[in-house]
């Protein structure tokens, strides 16, 4: 399979789709007839540039090519993956999946970002049905992972599997609607929530801010990190969902919803509502308030990577299979990262303790690389840093991408000193140094011993190798310990 994406319709979510394609290493072509289509794709790719690589203590893959075409044809044909994203209308669907059936691979998979039709429905009509799955993503595409993948009942079984592969591949989480239905899983609860709110700003109860404030200081957080059902569960107490359920069972035959019904959207319903939205967020422009949307959820998102919960366990699955080993060179080079929105401080710039953090990762680097990795670890030995310096040299500022390169400076018996340059990867200047003494460890009696031969071998073999390439400072005695 060629690592090719087609992107059909290049607005808010075909946008979505490029970046994160392009980011995952996919070369993307995208057909949109809209002559301002590439200047509006190229802002949210800006975006996505600044804010997908944050979620990643990996170096990404190399960004794949993003190209436009005036021929659909052109866009589809041979790509491995089709999305199409034009506007939710279903005769113009059905006239764009005609036109991408007729041109591409019958092995490609055809995914759709319809928010609300079912398959069968896109499927009407199709030179081939089983080709087309729907696959609902939720803005911004580049950094939300979920994609609720509905086949319906003619869907083809490989395309199918094929589509989860290509989405997991690209860091998403492929949400498998076995039955089809209007608006999927997710859209109903959002649509349920958007109906519930437009009756409380009718009815002159709650402003859009309020309703906002309702959300995000309170049940928005818990979402986030345990969905509904486990919320209540906890909600329950010690008895659990049972309880939560016999409490506020009651409640849902007295009027606490109008989820029946919907408010005309009169003229004076669409001002009020529109009107109290620019009170409330107009000072700030539509690309402004895209950034700070990203910055808070690349920082909860890191944040979920921390506890290994919900959406950041699947970041943290998905990095695994970034990393890439060290090749042995002079120097190593440990770390290449992009600098995290959530790792700035008061200054506007990354704080110094995260140069601790990039030199520990540069240091667990060597570790992994000379065999004292995480089985090593967990055989009971290890190594401990016992003396650290850093050199501030330039400011890091957020989103810079950084690389870190590595001299093992000293490599015998229980001793290892490492000396690490970190530099800004677009211009190799010098960000920092760091000069970091490191002792080998038994973590049974948690005092220093030498290491396993086969380790042992390894950390002399790299210091003869680095021994004259360093550019370090003369390498000290070390410390009697
Ligand atoms: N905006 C949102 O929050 C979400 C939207 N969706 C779904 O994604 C799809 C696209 O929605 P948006 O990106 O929001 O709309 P949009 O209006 O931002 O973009 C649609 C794009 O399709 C292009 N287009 C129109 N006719 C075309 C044709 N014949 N061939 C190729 N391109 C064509 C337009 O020029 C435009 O750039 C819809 O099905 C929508 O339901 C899914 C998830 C979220
Ligand atoms: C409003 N909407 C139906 C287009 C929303 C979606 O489909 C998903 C999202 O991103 O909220």
């Known amino acids: 399979m060629n690592k090719i994406a087609a992107i059909v319709g290049g607005g808010v979510i075909g946008g979505g789709w490029a970046a994160r394609f392009a980011l995952m ?23 996505a540039e600044r804010a997908l690589p944050m979620l990643y203590d990996a170096p990404m ?5 993003i190209s436009f075409h005036t021929d659909l044809a052109e866009a589809v044909a041979g790509a491995a993956y089709i999305q199409e994203s034009v506007p939710e209308r279903l005769e113009l669907k059905h006239k764009v999946l005609a036109a991408i059936q007729a041109a591409c691979s019958p092995e490609s998979v055809i995914g759709s970002s319809t928010s609300g039709f079912k398959p069968s429905e896109l499927q009407q009509g199709a030179a081939r049905p089983g080709q087309i799955v729907v696959a609902h993503p939720f803005n911004p595409v580049y950094l939300l992972p979920l994609v ?20 997991r591949a690209i860091g998403m989480y492929p949400l498998h609607v076995q039955a089809e239905i209007d608006a999927h899983i997710a859209d109903r609860f959002l649509e349920a929530v958007w109906r519930e709110a437009l009756w409380l700003v009718n009815d002159g109860i709650a402003t859009t801010e309020q309703i906002d404030n309702a959300i995000r200081y309170g049940f928005g957080l818990r979402w ?32 606490w919803t109008k989820l029946m019904d919907v408010p005309e959207f009169t003229d004076e319903l669409v001002d009020l509502i529109a009107g109290q939205s620019d009170a409330q967020s107009g000072h700030m422009s539509i690309r402004q308030l895209e950034r700070l949307r990203d910055n808070n959820l690349v920082a909860m998102l ?15 699955d998905h990095e695994a299979t970034m990393q890439q080993p060290l090749v042995d060179e002079v120097p190593l080079i440990t770390v290449r990262r992009k600098v995290p929105v959530d790792w700035v401080d008061v200054n506007g710039h ?9 030199f520990s990762d540069a240091s667990e680097a060597v570790m992994t690389h000379v065999g004292a990795d995480r089985a090593y670890i967990a055989a009971g030995h290890s190594y401990f840093t016992a003396e650290t310096s850093i050199k ?15 001299r093992v400076t000293l490599g015998d018996g229980k001793k290892l000193r490492l000396w690490h340059e970190m530099k ?10 760091c000069d970091q003494f490191l002792l080998h460890v038994s973590l049974a009696t948690r005092r220093s011993c030498p290491p396993l031969a086969d380790v042992r071998d390894a950390v002399e073999r790299l210091a003869r190798l680095h021994a004259g390439a360093s550019e370090g400072p003369a390498p000290r005695a070390p410390r009697d310990i």
């Open 148 to 167: 609720e993948l509905v086949p319906g009942d003619d869907a083809d079984e490989p395309i199918f599997e094929q589509a989860c592969d290509i989405l």
């Open 350 to 358: 990354m704080n110094e303790g995260r140069y601790g953090q990039v």
């Open 424 to 433: 800004r990867a677009a211009d190799g200047e010098m960000l920092a140094s």
């Open 224 to 255: 986030a990190q345990m969905g509904l059902f486990e919320t209540y569960r906890v909600a329950g107490g010690e008895a659990g969902m049972r309880h939560f359920m016999e409490q506020f069972g009651p409640c849902l035959k007295w009027p």
């Open 392 to 406: 501030y040299l330039a400011e890091t500022l957020v989103g810079e991408d950084i690389l870190v390169e590595t």
């Open 25 to 47: 290493g996919w070369d993307v072509r995208v057909f949109d007839p809209d002559p301002e289509a590439q200047r509006k794709i190229g802002e949210v790719v800006a975006g």
């Open 302 to 316: 890191r944040a979920l990577k921390g506890q290994e919960a919900a959406a950041g366990k699947l970041i943290l």
């Open 61 to 65: 893959p190399a960004r794949g090519t």
